[in-house]
């Protein structure tokens, strides 16, 4: 009985300080607000970045160069010629045109496979937090559209990264360049 009782109190604990995380108004961290339904909200997971270490970026800086696209030198930082090749890059293979290296661009580069993959946790915790918050605030519908939108951006990132690092290690066991795209470099 006691261990009963103890149990109830735990739950009723936890219920309080999940409760307690936010204000109605404002969204869990690592999610954003989808829709505002008067004083509570629905909200959906944040995308997460790839994290790029400048081995990364020269590694696309040189497979840029190498297609043609000017990237400036091969130093490991994201300036404005190398972000500007990305995005006459972005454009040829007909991606979403940002600029960053995403991780679409980096599996098409193939490059930074790990580092696209390392993402995929991340993507899966959001997506089961903003679930959480939408559950708590009584909106079941966008808590299956948050959790749903979470693993499927995880199954992306395994993806993109398992080719990207496909790609990547064929490359370095054949000795190979990489293909030229079909079509022409950027003048």
């Known amino acids: 009985m006691k261990l009963h009782f103890a149990a109830s ?10 409760g307690a995380q936010t204000k109605p108004d404002q969204a869990p961290s690592g999610t954003v ?29 040189q497979k840029l160069n190498d297609e043609g696209y000017k990237s400036g030198t091969i130093d490991g930082t994201m300036g404005p010629v190398t972000a500007g090749a990305v995005r006459k890059y972005q ?7 940002t600029g960053a290296l995403d991780e679409t661009t980096l599996s098409h580069l193939n490059v930074g496979g790990g580092h696209v993959m390392a993402t995929a ?5 959001r997506g089961a937090k903003a ?3 939408d559950i708590k605030e009584g909106h079941p519908i966008a808590a299956g559209k948050a959790l749903g939108k979470g693993v499927g951006r995880a199954g992306k990132a395994v993806g993109e990264g398992t080719k990207s690092g496909v790609g ?10 990489p293909k030229e795209s079909t079509s022409p470099p950027p003048k």
């Open 131 to 133: 679930a959480g918050h």
């Open 91 to 97: 454009q040829r293979k007909g991606l979403k045109q």
């Open 121 to 125: 946790p991340g993507d899966i915790g």
């Open 168 to 177: 990547e290690g064929a490359q370095k066991v054949t000795g190979q360049k």
């Open 33 to 61: 607000v989808d829709q505002q339904h008067g004083v509570n909200n629905e909200v959906q997971p944040a995308p997460e970045q790839v994290h790029l270490t400048p081995d990364v970026i020269r590694s696309a800086q």
């Open 9 to 18: 109190l735990m739950a009723l604990a936890l219920c309080g300080t999940i």
